[in-house]
């Protein structure tokens, strides 16, 4: 004889059904709103590239325009109809790689002494530092690079040498400015390393220093990298600062200590002025644009391929 016992003669309670549904409807629910995030962000970027790419079309369409001359020409003049992009893009190049010179460095020294070497109480003292440093807006920055920073190197090298605008105090300034950034993704990066790997090369007889350069930092690699790129993405990207203390005129140059003009703030002089729509200014603005946000796509891209091909997974 089969003894059948219930829910309720077991003493587990039985789930009521309308209890399933309303857990069934509430997953739905949430999934819905996750989906309808992701979808949002992916749409939002499919506008700005329709809108770029449109207005861009524009630019190419004008007579005046050459896209062969464009490509190859230096010389960025839209009203006597030069439209050279290379002396935009040296000076944003120039002034990303000398942020980078002081922020790569920097950021991860400073993340491999939180992570390695610094006690709670240090920890504690230089992480709201840091937090600060990125909380100050990118005028006040901009400011100071040519309040500051420019008499500074003008002091060193000399006030015929460099120039009140110049690429070289912004560009010093923006390293300043992406340091915290790249010092916090480094960290994690390296805090994500297992303590088993840090054990084992103490284990082998290895110093502090040995293990953080010769373990710990070889397996984040991957995620070091990706912090460079999205700081060399957001030199590229940055605005006020040269704004304020590049230089406003296109120059096709590789002085730092002359002034010159980057894709940025060419777009903020002349998005400040007077425009009518379909003038060549204002579709010049749209080329411009489209232009830098494809470097920064590039260089997502190149960064997702660092990250995949150089991953370490742990267990």
């Known amino acids: 004889m089969t003894l059948s016992i219930g829910h309720e003669q077991s003493g587990v309670p039985a789930r009521r059904p309308s209890l399933r549904r309303r857990r069934r409807w509430s997953e739905a629910i949430f999934q819905t709103v996750l989906f309808s995030s992701a979808a949002f962000s992916v749409l939002i970027t499919v506008g700005i590239i329709y809108e ?16 062969l001359e464009t490509v190859t020409s230096t010389r960025w003049q839209p009203h006597t109809g030069d439209f050279g992009i290379w002396g935009l893009v040296t000076a944003t190049f120039m002034t ?80 300043i400015l992406i340091l915290p950034l790249i010092a916090s993704m480094t960290e994690d990066a390296l805090s994500a390393v297992p303590r088993s790997l840090r054990e084992a090369g103490y284990g082998m007889g290895g110093t502090r220093l040995e293990v953080a350069l010769q373990v710990v930092v070889p397996a984040a690699l991957s995620g070091i990298a990706a912090a460079l790129i999205l700081g060399i993405s957001r030199a590229i990207g940055e605005t006020m600062i040269v704004a304020v203390a590049a ?15 980057t894709i940025t703030g060419h777009i903020v002089r002349i998005a400040g002025g007077d425009m ?40």
Not at 52 to 67: H, T
Not at 247 to 261: D, M, Q, R, S, V
């Open 52 to 67: 770029l790419g449109k207005e861009a079309l524009l630019f190419f369409r004008m007579p005046e325009v050459n896209l």
């Open 96 to 175: 990303s790689f000398l942020a980078m010179l002081v922020a790569g460095p920097l950021g991860i020294a400073v993340a491999i002494f939180l992570s390695e070497y610094a006690s709670a109480r240090s920890r504690a003292i230089l992480k709201p530092i840091l937090e600060v440093l990125a909380g100050v807006p990118t005028i006040v920055y901009g400011y100071f690079a040519l309040s500051f920073m420019t008499p500074l190197l003008r002091s060193v090298f000399g006030n015929d040498v460099v120039q009140v605008y110049n690429t070289g105090s912004a560009g010093l300034v923006m390293g």
């Open 247 to 261: 230089g406003a005129g296109p120059n096709f140059t590789l002085n730092p200590f002359e002034g010159a003009e």
């Open 276 to 315: 009518s729509y379909d003038s060549v200014d204002y579709n010049s603005i749209f080329f411009l644009g489209l232009l830098l946000f494809l470097i920064t796509l590039a260089l997502n891209i190149i960064s997702q391929r660092i990250v995949r091909r150089f991953r370490e997974v742990y267990e």
